[in-house]
């Protein structure tokens, strides 16, 4: 975990420089965000000829997202629910798969474990480019081109979960869980019941990155969907900014729909955040 | 009795365990391994996604290295690499260095520049194509400051350039707390050690501070590179691949021939070379700059 509290206790000149620098910086790196919510709550012609906070302010964009862009074959409502409805089936499923296989690699002695574990550290080092192609002529041949299958199926497990549960669960005492056999209790009941709370902060980390993976996921849905009505957020608004790209606000305003819920997951659970990319760092 | 019943959930709990690991390899035959042997037929097929593939051979082999598209999107991946990695490297470096310096509000400055990491590639696309647009903010300062405007995504030759600086403004937040990471990490005895002889402080830098970072910078090249290689959506909604194939990088290239011009075999060829290159890539990248860093 990096240490981010650890003060340096330094006063000179120049760290006072520095300090409001940074701040300077940190608040320039939001500007494309500050933008975009501004431009989403402006009328088109004059998103480019005011400053960032004048103009006349509106909901229109949004109205028209939700309204109008339905006759245009652009279901915007639709798609919303969409990406939260793949999104988090992927999710609960990852997080259920990893814990259950997880404890499995972490804490039962089965024959050919080790062996499963090595496939798994080689399947996470195999560029996933490779199988884009292959990948999408299984899923034709399933017959499940343009249905929400396609997104999901192929995603409910994941190695790199696994992966990370599995490390955590070893170090939670054996003690703990031959207790809780000794209380006669269920597999799922050891695995929910104990590891998942004894191990929140992995578990979350999973739950969060495999969220803002599946949400963000734009090349993969354009490829096996084609039909508006089952699209997620982030093609359809693709697909409308490509056609309708004219119309700077609503398509503004798609945006702002699309990245807000990956920014207050960010903003929530900051904490789980950064603890899931300093684990990266080891 | 009761030493047989524990012997018997023993055994119970290790087929339990077999059990769940050979779901999990089920389905990874599925969806992975079997792919696998669709990558093989598509290599040495002649298919259009609607007939019966037939045996080419080595075909789509000579049709992908004689492929202007697929030289050109290689080299894309260097003038990527090019802008990119300076780019990217300098500003993390001095976020990092900036990082260590700041007394108060570390955690909400790192925050600040995480956000654009944990964010939708389709929606900073968007939002970027629009403030780099002939008429958007960034040109209407750059006239109402200095009178010119620049064609940040509509001209060859900066367009490549626009797409690196839109990647570092996502990546520079990750790379800068690896970076920083290392930096804590090196003795402070070591710099005293510096002040005392007098060493300037870009000696310091290029002589104790990024040697002692050595692996965290190893990390963030190979990041890097594979974002180079597997980089789609920034391209793809901002420029599509243009002006004049300019950002056409190798992605896009494969999402064409193959969803387009309808020539799976040879995207599916194309992304075995690509997965290739840029492995050998980053193995050559750590051979010329690895090196072990050990405190005696």
């Given at each position: ?282 | ?68 598209e697929f030289w050109r999107s290689l080299w894309n991946v260097l003038r ?148 180079a290689f ?19 990088m190798p992605?896009?290239v ?16 194309m992304?075995?070379i690509i997965?290739?290159v840029s492995?050998?890539a ?15």
């Open positions: 975990m990096i240490d981010l509290k650890k003060k340096i206790p330094q006063k000179s000149i120049g760290s006072w420089v520095i300090t409001v620098l940074m701040y300077i910086l940190a608040l320039t790196w939001l500007y494309p965000y500050i933008w975009m919510v501004m431009a989403s709550l402006k009328p088109t012609p004059e998103i480019y000829h005011t400053d960032l906070f004048s103009g006349s302010f509106t909901l229109d964009n949004y109205q028209f997202l939700f309204d109008s862009a339905e006759k245009l074959n652009r279901p915007f409502l639709k798609s919303l629910f969409n990406s939260f409805f793949i999104t988090l089936s992927v999710t609960a499923s990852v997080v259920i798969t990893s814990a259950f296989i997880g404890y499995a690699m972490a804490k039962i002695d089965f024959w050919g474990r080790e062996r499963v574990n090595n496939f798994i550290l080689f399947q996470m080092v195999v560029p996933a480019m490779m199988l884009l192609i292959p990948q999408f002529v299984l899923i034709k041949q399933l017959g499940l081109i343009n249905t929400y299958s396609a997104m999901i199926l192929p995603v409910m497990v994941s190695g790199w979960g696994i992966f990370m549960m599995a490390q955590a669960f070893k170090g939670t005492p054996n003690d703990y869980i031959d207790a809780a056999k000794l209380d006669r209790a269920s597999l799922r009941q050891i695995v929910f019941n104990l590891m998942v709370p004894l191990n929140k902060s992995i578990v979350a980390i999973v739950a969060l990155f495999t969220f803002t993976g599946t949400w963000d996921n734009f090349m993969w849905p354009l490829i096996v969907m084609s039909d508006v009505d089952k699209m997620p957020l982030s093609v359809l608004l693709a697909t409308f900014s490509k056609q309708y790209g004219i119309y700077v606000g609503p398509v503004m305003a798609g945006s702002v729909l699309q990245a807000l819920p990956l920014v207050l997951l960010f903003i929530i659970f900051r904490r789980y955040f950064l603890q899931g990319m300093s684990l990266s760092l080891k | 009795m009761k030493f047989g019943n524990i012997k018997l959930g023993e055994i119970r709990e290790s087929q339990i365990g077999a059990a769940l690991a050979v779901s999990f390899l089920l389905f990874n035959v599925i969806f992975w391994a079997y792919p696998f042997v669709w990558l093989l037929i598509l290599s040495f097929s002649d298919w259009r996604f609607f007939d019966v593939p037939t045996f080419s051979g080595l075909k789509n082999f000579f049709i992908v290295l004689d492929d202007p990527f690499l090019g802008y990119y990695v300076p780019i990217v490297l300098t500003c993390s470096l001095a976020f990092a260095f900036g990082l260590q310096h700041i007394g108060r509000g570390k955690v909400f400055i790192a925050l600040c520049f995480l956000l654009a990491h944990i964010s939708s590639g389709v929606a900073y696309s968007l939002v970027f194509t629009k403030i780099f647009s002939s008429t958007g903010p960034m040109n209407r300062l750059l006239l109402d400051w200095f009178g010119f405007s620049i064609p940040w995504l509509s001209s060859p030759s900066m367009a490549m350039f626009s797409i690196s600086l839109v990647v570092t403004w996502k990546f520079v937040g990750y790379y800068g707390l690896i970076l920083y990471s290392g930096l804590v990490a090196i003795p402070n005895e070591i710099y005293d050690a510096a002040k005392l002889d007098n060493t300037p402080p870009l000696m310091r830098l290029f002589k104790i501070s990024l040697p002692m970072i050595n692996s965290q910078l190893i990390m963030v090249l190979v990041f890097a590179i594979t974002v597997g980089i789609f959506t920034e391209p793809y909604m901002m420029t599509a691949g243009g002006p004049m194939e300019s950002t056409n992605l896009l494969i999402y064409e021939s193959a969803f387009h011009r309808l020539q799976p075999g040879r995207a599916a060829l992304a075995v997965a290739i492995y050998l980053i193995k050559i990248m750590r051979k010329i700059l690895e090196k072990n860093v050990e405190l005696v």
